[in-house]
């Protein structure tokens, strides 16, 4: 037991000082060195919103981490096949596999509301900087079925959560504005600051698009990529206009709660629940709720920090 539980040590824990002094690097590179008309940059408020929403989930996902450890173990006896972790094809099947199940929740994660009023807490934030990486939601429950299917595959379960550590570490490094492009041929194969950029500008021609963690060759595969154009705009397409945490991390589940309050039949209901975000009963009627952009109904409490 002592070395089955010796695998829930999170390599994400050992880089979080690396995390906070690339942000101590970015504010210094921001507002020290000069400030570029193109770069946000940082203020009190909305950093301190970051990192306390991260601090949370680091506690959070610790306990899920052994919630999924042992579904993960389960499943993992009913493999028909069982990938040997000292083989290193193992580890390319494993970082492939994990890849593809982050694009797909991360897709389902934008197209079906009660996943989005999860995930819209990373986008929450109108700046885009390392700080904004931390931001993270306080119910990763979603996870578990998507990434179950690694271990039905046969993937070890200390491999499927070695893998989630990786992409997180990874992605960190892709939320800031003071890198452009990089070299033609990364730019092709591995998700970079510019094609997160994208990920996260709430305009309209950038709204839902480049889900990839390390790799968006599935983004291009699956018709989802979009290159980055003018500079985005950043945070959601009704900005919450709150520093308050419960409010940045629960506001969705209380709209979806009052519109099933509204709900006059059970596919209203469900087009609430399981439809993207922005679904309304007249919006099938109309242009459909593909068509839809993300929309979140708006809370104000507070106001703009001072910059860092």
Not at 69 to 89: H, I, K, S, T, Y
Not at 142 to 148: A, D, G, N, R
Not at 232 to 242: A, D, E, Q, S, V
């Amino acid at each position: 037991m002592a070395e089955f539980l010796a695998h829930l040590r999170d390599p994400v824990l050992f880089a979080i000082p690396v995390f906070v002094l690339f942000v101590a690097i970015e504010i210094v590179a921001v507002h020290v060195l000069g400030h570029d008309d193109n770069v946000v940059g940082y203020t009190v408020a909305d950093t301190r919103t970051s990192m306390l929403m991260g601090t949370v989930a680091v506690g959070v996902n610790a306990l899920f981490r052994l919630v999924m450890l042992f579904v993960f173990a389960a499943l993992f006896e009913l493999a028909p096949v069982r990938f040997d972790p000292r083989d290193w094809w193992t580890w390319v099947l494993m970082l492939l596999g994990q890849e593809l199940v982050f694009y797909a929740y991360h897709r389902a994660s934008h197209r079906v509301r009660l996943l989005w009023a999860g995930h819209q807490v990373h986008h929450s934030s109108e700046h885009y900087n390392f700080s904004t990486a931390l931001r993270q939601k306080w119910t990763p429950y979603f996870q578990l079925p998507f990434w179950s299917v690694l271990a039905l595959c046969g993937i070890p379960p200390w491999m499927i959560l070695t893998g989630l550590s990786i992409d997180l570490v990874y992605q960190f490094f892709v939320h800031t504005e003071k890198v452009g492009k990089l070299p033609r041929w990364f730019e092709y194969v591995f998700n970079t600051p510019s094609h997160h950029r994208v990920h996260h500008g709430s305009d309209a021609e950038y709204l839902d698009a480049n889900y990839g963690g390390i790799l968006i060759i599935w983004d291009r595969l699956f018709r989802s990529f979009v290159p980055e154009g003018k500079r985005p705009t950043y945070g959601l397409t009704k900005n919450i206009g709150t520093y308050n945490l419960l409010k940045v991390g629960f506001h969705e589940y209380g709209s979806i709660l009052r519109d099933l309050r509204t709900a006059r039949t059970w596919r209203e209901r469900a087009g609430y629940v399981f439809g993207p975000p922005g679904w309304t009963p007249r919006a099938t009627a109309g242009a459909g709720a593909d068509a839809l952009p993300r929309s979140f109904s708006a809370v104000s409490d507070g106001e703009p920090g001072s910059a860092v």
